[in-house]
């Protein structure tokens, strides 16, 4: 199946642990994107990341930062973990010029 | 900086009535504008995209519209049914940043 792909489906973890969220897509797609999804169900942007430039939107904590291994991975990192990061997270990727395709998300709980 | 907007907010219909939800965004400077249902507890599912230069795409029941130059969008379901139920957000490309989201208008269809 071609798809953006996301593991694990479910985080539950501590504060202050450090967690890493990874995305797969094997659409061919060359920009790829981390969403975040709030209690109030509003989703903001958090990074996108082709393989020449990262943008990332500047209410991001520094505790989160992308790495991408190739073009069809991009992982999310989360440092000391927080209460308030919890979430639900989607990966989404595109080719450019054309809609976005998204994975299923990765809900993460932080007790 | 764009900001999107979706009225209703909430929706409720009986089986079969035509419906219409209502998409506006600030700035018409857009590349393109996507329209995705998300079903509870799920990913994002896209059901349509429109480029700048296009008025209006269809798949099935569903039809989309645009209006550039007034910043709207329209989302019209013929003859919903039940499996329609669920909440369906609008979102933008600007052409010099990334997709940005409405907070969804919730569908309920009941039998």
């Known amino acids: 199946d071609t798809a953006v792909s996301q593991t694990p489906k479910y985080l539950v973890t501590q504060m202050g642990n450090d967690k890493s969220i990874k995305c797969e897509q094997n659409?061919?797609?060359?920009?790829m994107y981390w969403y975040k999804q709030d209690s109030k169900k509003f989703l903001k942007i958090m990074f996108s990341?082709?393989?020449?430039?990262?943008?990332i939107n500047e209410t991001v904590p520094n505790r989160f930062s992308p790495k991408s291994p190739d073009k069809a991975h991009l992982n999310l990192h989360i440092n000391s973990l927080e209460l308030g990061d919890s979430a639900v997270y989607f990966c989404?990727?595109?080719?450019?010029?054309?809609?976005?395709?998204f994975g299923s998300g990765t809900r993460l709980t932080v007790v | 900086k764009q900001e999107v907007t979706q009225i209703p907010a909430a929706l409720s219909v009986p089986e079969g009535e035509n419906l219409v939800l209502n998409c506006s965004f600030t700035?018409?400077?857009?590349?393109?504008l996507q329209w995705f249902r998300q079903d509870p507890g799920k990913g994002l599912t896209s059901l349509l995209l429109i480029q700048s230069s296009q008025r209006e795409q269809t798949s099935g029941r569903l039809n989309a519209s645009l209006d550039k130059s007034s910043g709207r969008s329209t989302l019209y379901i013929a003859a919903s049914q039940p499996g329609d139920s669920a909440t369906y957000l609008c979102?933008?490309?600007?052409?010099?940043?990334?997709?940005?989201f409405g907070k969804g208008t919730m569908l309920l269809v009941s039998p």
């Open positions: 700035d018409s400077a857009i590349y393109n």
């Open positions: 990341y082709n393989n020449k430039e990262l943008i």
């Open positions: 659409l061919g797609h060359d920009t």
């Open positions: 979102a933008v490309r600007p052409g010099y940043s990334t997709l940005t």
């Open positions: 989404a990727s595109n080719k450019q010029g054309e809609g976005y395709t």
